[in-house]
């Protein structure tokens, strides 16, 4: 089970931290990605960070501005998300992959958390 949360509302060049806490066992087994979606839109990949090695990978959109990390210690995956833009606004969704290797598709993803909203202030 997945747990999103730090969304709410900023003005534009203003920051938050999204949150994912997972429970269960073999947390550091899981790829972990964030995505966002816009009603009526498909799912859209933000970040990501794999599973051995720490590895990331993000969205040409938010790349310079936002850092994926996790800490597997405490099961969570955490998104930094800096110099915010109105079109950030949308409900992000964090998602666990268990050992694979294509980070950016959400079809690849096993378990999604409930979404938390973003909304960014012009």
């Known amino acids: 089970q997945l747990q999103a949360s730090g969304g709410g509302l900023v003005q534009a060049g203003g920051s938050l931290r999204l949150s994912c806490a997972a429970s269960?066992?073999?947390?550091?087994?899981?790829?972990m990605g964030w995505f966002r979606q816009v009603p009526g839109k498909e799912r859209e990949f933000v970040a990501a960070i794999s599973w051995i090695g720490g590895s990331t990978y993000y969205a040409d959109s938010v790349k310079g501005r936002f850092t994926i990390s996790r800490d597997n210690a405490k099961n969570t995956v955490y998104l930094q998300m800096n110099s915010l833009k109105p079109e950030d606004t949308t409900k992000y969704y964090c998602?666990?992959?268990?050992?694979?290797?294509?980070?950016?598709?959400?079809?690849?993803?096993?378990?999604w958390g409930q979404g938390t909203l973003v909304t960014v202030s012009s």
């Open positions: 269960g066992p073999s947390f550091s087994s899981y790829n």
């Open positions: 998602a666990a992959d268990w050992k694979g290797v294509v980070m950016n598709d959400p079809l690849e993803y096993d378990y």
